[in-house]
Structure formats: structure tokens, C-alpha cells
């Protein structure tokens, strides 16, 4: 690279930045495009799933109200009826199902599904009447409502009348009766013949042998008439309304679809984008398919047509029983399409821009490189020396005319050194007398410097040349070789002191630089050392102090331990005395409180009985008291019956004449009534006599149970309390013999630190031996002239032993 010609340069890297700019910003574009383009197609799909479930479960109700509509008339019940009742009838004939195929089927005059044409067949009088009533209104409704065909069943299952007239026409759909009873028509049948007015049910799509085979769906209502069931009315539908509901989806591309899936993964619809029948064909596999089948919404991606990669989107679909999947999908081809087109037409626009970019980018290097250029050769020629040419482009105000500028500079300095060289010819001469002096000048320096390497800092330069430059070199060499002298014999000083333990000597001198910190570092660590010694001096100091009151201290300690080492013996001996006096106290009280067990047991014996007498009077008490509440309750009942005998004697009033009779029955049981309130009344007052007698015999009971318990209660408290006074005393007697265990190993652990302290006095005598020794080592440093001495520093107070 670094071999090629600005001219290519400048091109190629205009270039490149216009490619990798264009690239990028196409890039990112259609990335962007790409992410919206799927976004949009995913709401799109999702959108158009959910409308195609709406519009599936709208014909769904649709198709349900239409049946239960019908299957509410009265009409539905009585063609019912007459049809059965005609089919029944034909039995002294023949087999019915025989006969009215062939009447309407075999014998029809009309082609294949034609056969609905026909209204009557003029060969079973009874069943061509009700089908020439019937018939015609039925046909109507199925061309009108897009049915295949319309079932009507009586409660046997036989199928007594259809619209299209085909193979089950006339035949039983019981369980395990007809030829076509296991199919789904007979499962819906029989599942409505069950069911309750209202309900409906609906089998899903699958071939249907008396329809050449043709996918079907059967939909049934059972038929009421007064609350009894006549039959069951059913509709077919075929597959052909599904698609054409599902494709009346909005917003779907050119190529999108909609699908009916069932549980078998087959589709229920066909699509006009293949030429093939899809429906119970075309099987559909994928996780979005599988979600919506579990009743979940998805989106996601499946292989269609082909193995290509299309975009799904389920909805979940339950009506009467059966389970669907509608899926709205789209080509991920289709979906990227503007994105590709976005895509290529940027490639093209960007390819243009780049061959428009290269030919900007030659022209404009062209108008830089050509200045270059000639200001190239004007410097190959200044370079050469020769410099009377003129440098091109100086009018310019860009940076080459500045280039131009400084190309006009270095020819000016190369004139000028051009110049300078003959004057140097000149000088050459006085400069040849100036190297002698310089030499001798080197060679003194050379000396000086020599001993100061070999640390001899007395030799000086002579300062006697006649050139001021040079006498002042010879100066400052010298005052550099006398500061340092000064400042290494006032560290010497201050490093001889300290090492005679005298930290009073610092450095004086005025010094800078690196002699300065040298000054400051050497002045530093003869204070630390003179704030270290200090510190030691004081702690020297404190610890003698110390250690003479611990070991005061330790002395008394002994004293006072050996003197409690004999009360314990005492008090040892006082424990074994009162633990023998309280076992003593123990048996005593334990004797008494065997015979307050005995009292006890014989007063909860009178207790008992007295219970006994209490129970059996509050149950007196009780009965007399629902007995009371029954008279009660009848003159409540007394009072209601006068009342509404009042009331019946003045709704006889009313009455009149027809009332008289009513009115003498309503003053009769009126009389009873008070008669019989009385009577009550007097009972009641009776009873109440007696209660009161019998709740005085129980409160007397109640108070002598109530005192017998007292003395019973005082009795056991009596047994407890001596029986707690024995344990308590067991108990003191074990807690006083394990204090005594106590006190032996107290005593003998008294003796252990009597031993213990004797050890210690030896330990601190040690010590004050070693803190005199420490005193002593420090002493021999000088602080500010003075020698630091043990005893110059105070000691604290001593301490009474007592207070260690």
C-alpha cells in the first residue's frame, strides 16, 4: 500500500468509504424492512386467524339457532309423528325401509342427486300424504341454508323422512341397527336422542358412505313437544360452506390460506391454490398446528406444499363437541418478498451510486495530486541544490498553497545556509586558538570531577580563562563540588551522632534540590528516632510501675486466698450438718403426707355422693322447666287458635247468611280455645310452685356439695403441700450435698491458685528484672543534650494491692 501513488489513493479510498457507508445503511435498511415486513405478516396471519374463527363460530351459531329454531315448532313434532305413523303402517306391507327406497329412490324418475325433486311417489298412499304436505317446505329450507340434507328421526332412531334421498334414507340408526347406524350421523342421533331440549350436538368432518364417500358434518337437536321427546331433527353439512366461509378471510397476500384443521392433522377445507381436493387430504404438521389443537393460540413456522417454509397462525375452535384448529398461514417467500425486492433495487441504486462515486473521486484527486505533483519536482530540485527555481502554487489559499509556503521556506534556509558556509571558512581560524583553551579547561574539569568520584571534594577548577562563558562553566562546577561537600559532611555529622546514641545533631545547611531532601529525609529520621526513644522512655517507666503493683497485688492475692481456703473447710463441714438435719425434716414430712392422702380419698367419696343428689335434681329441675315451656306452648297455641276464630266469626259476618253457620263452628272453637288456655294457665302456675320448691331442694344440695368439696379441696392442698414439703426437702437435701461436692472442689481449687499465685510473683519478679534492663538500654540515648535516664520520668502513684 505504502508503494502506491496518491492518485490511486485518494480514488480508492473515496471509493471505499462510499462502499462501506452504502453497505451498511443497505444492511441496516433491510434488516429493518425484513423485521417489520415479518412483524406485519405475523399480525397479519394472527389477525386473520382470529377473523376467520370468528367468522367460522358465527355460521357455527348460525347453523345451531336454525336447528333448535326448527327443532322448537310444534310442526317439526307433528311431521315427525305423521311421518313414524306412516312408516309404521307399512309394515302390514313389507319391510318399510324396502318399500320407501324404492318408492323414492329406485323408482324416482329423477338422476342422482336429483332425487329431492320429487314430492311424491304415488305408490304408499299413507306416507305419500305427509310427505307431499312436508316435503316441499323442507326442500326450501335446505337450498336457502346451503344444506346437504335434513334428517328427521322418531325416539326408535328410525330415519322416517330426508331431503336428498340417499342409501340411508328409511333405515335404523340404533346402536348396532341399521347398515349406516355406526357412523356419525347415528352417534350425533343417538347423542340428541339423550340429550335435553336445546342441546346441540356436532360430529366432525369424515367421509360419509351414503354420500358417495363426501366428507361430512352432522349437526342434531332432540325435538319436544310438552315436555316429551318426539324425536330428533339433524342437518348434513358439507365441506363445500366451510371453505366458502374461510375464504371470505380479509388480509391474507395472494397466496395466503385458511384452514380447518381437525384432530387427525387433515384439513376440513379445500383451497382454490391447488388443483386437488385438500379436504380429509391435505394434513398439516407443526407446533403452532399442535398448540391450537390443544386449545392454545400460536404462531409459528410449518413446512407446506412442497416442503417450503410457510408462516402459521392457529386459533382454538370447540363448538358442540368437537375440536378444530383454524390456521391462516403465508409463504415465508411471499412474506419476504418486498423485503427482497427492497433488497435488490438497493443493490442496483447502490451499484450506480458507486461507479458515479469513482468517477467524482478521479476528478477530485486529480485537482490535488496535479499541485503535488509540481510541488514534488520543486523539492527533488531544491534538494538538488538548486534553488533560484520558482516554487509553484504559492497563490493558493488551500493547504497546498501552505505546502507551497514551506516549500519557499526551505529554499529560503537553504540560501541562507548556502551563505552561512563561506562565513564558516571565515571563522575557522579564531575558532582553531578557542580549542586549546576549551581542552585545558575539559582536562581541569576531568580532575575535579575524577576526585569527586573518588570521594575527595577539596579540589576546585581555576576560574581564570579569559572567555565569560567558559569561567562561568568552571564556576558552577566548582560550586557544585562544594555543595555537595557541605551537604555529605553535615550528614556524616548528623549519621556520627547517632551512632554515639546522641539525637540532638540535624543538618543546618541552606540546600535544594536533591540536597534539600537529603537534608529534610536525614532531619527526619533523627526525630523519629528521638519520638521513638521518648515513647520507650515512658513506657519503660510505666511498666516498672506496673509490674511492682501486680506484683503487691499478687502477694495480698495469696493471702487472701489461703485465709478462704480455711472457711471453706469450715463451711464444708456446717453443709454436712444441715444436709443431715433437712433428710431428717424430709421422712417426717413425707409420713404426713400419707395420712392427708387418706383423709383425702374419704372426703372425694362424700363428694361423689353429693354430686350424685346434685345431678338428680337439676335433672327435676330440667323437667319441670320443659314442662313448663310445653304449657307455655300451648297457650300460645290457645291464644292463636281465639284469634283466628275471631277472625272467622268476622269473616262469617261479612258473608251473611251463607256465613252462619261457620260463625256458630267459629264461636264454639273459640270457647275451646279459652277454656283450654285457662286450664293451661292453671297448670302452668302449678308447675311453677313446683319448680320453685325444687330449685330451693337444689340449692340447699348444691351448697352442701359446695361446702363438702371446700374441705375436700382443703384437704388435697393440705396433701400437696406436705407432699411438696417432703420433695422440697429431698430436693434441698440433694442440691445441699452437691453444694457440698461444690465446696470440696472449691477448696481444692483454692489450693491449685494458691500454688498458681506463688508462680506468678516469680513470673513478675522476672519481669521488673527485664523492664530495670529496658530502663537501663535507654538510658544511654541523648535527648536535646541530656541523657535519658530511667528515673527521669515520673511513675505514677502505686496502687494498693487491694484494688488489683
Known sequence: MSQLKLAFKLPAMVVAIALATGASLGLAAYLVSNATVTAQAEHRLTA????????????????????????????????????????????????PTALLQDAYITQNPNPAGEKLLLDTSDKLPVYDLTHRAQHADFRDLLLKRGYYDIFLFDTDFNNVYTVFKEADFATNFAEGGGPWADTDLGKVVRAAMAGEEGQVFLSDFAPYGPSAGAPASFIASPVYDQGFLIGVIAFQMPTALIGEVLGRTQGLSSGGEVFLVGQDDLVRNDTPVTADNDVLMLALHGDPIAAGLAGNPALGEITHHDGAPYVAASQPLSFGGSNWAVVALESQADIQAPSTGLRNTMLVIGGIMLVLAAMASLIFARTITRPVSRLTDAMAEIAADRLDIAVPGLERADELGYMAEAVEVFRGNGIKMRDLRAAELDMSEERASQVGVIQALQADIGAVVGAAIEGDFSQRVPANQPDPELRGLAENVNLLVSSVDRGLVETGAVLSALARADLSVRMTGDYKGAFGQLKGDTNAVAEQLSQIVTQLRGTSGALKTATGEILSGANDLSERTTRQAATIEETSAAIEQVSRTVVDNADRAESASHKAHSVSAEAQASGAVMGEATAAMDRITQSSDKISNIIGLIDDIAFQTNLLALNASVEAARAGDAGKGFAVVAVEVRRLAQSAAKASSDVKVLIEQSAGEVRGGTRLVTDAAGRLVAVQAAIEANAVLLEGIARASREQAASIDEVNVAVRQLDEMTQHNAALVEETNAAIEQTEAQANELDRVIGVFTLGGQAVQGGGVARPRAVAGGRL
Open 48 to 95: 386473520a386467524a382470529s377473523n376467520a374463527k370468528s367468522s367460522l363460530e358465527a355460521y357455527l351459531n348460525e347453523v345451531a339457532e336454525d336447528l333448535t329454531l326448527f327443532a322448537g315448532r310444534a310442526e317439526i313434532g307433528g311431521a315427525i309423528d305423521a311421518f313414524s305413523g306412516a312408516m309404521r303402517s307399512l309394515k302390514g306391507q313389507g319391510d
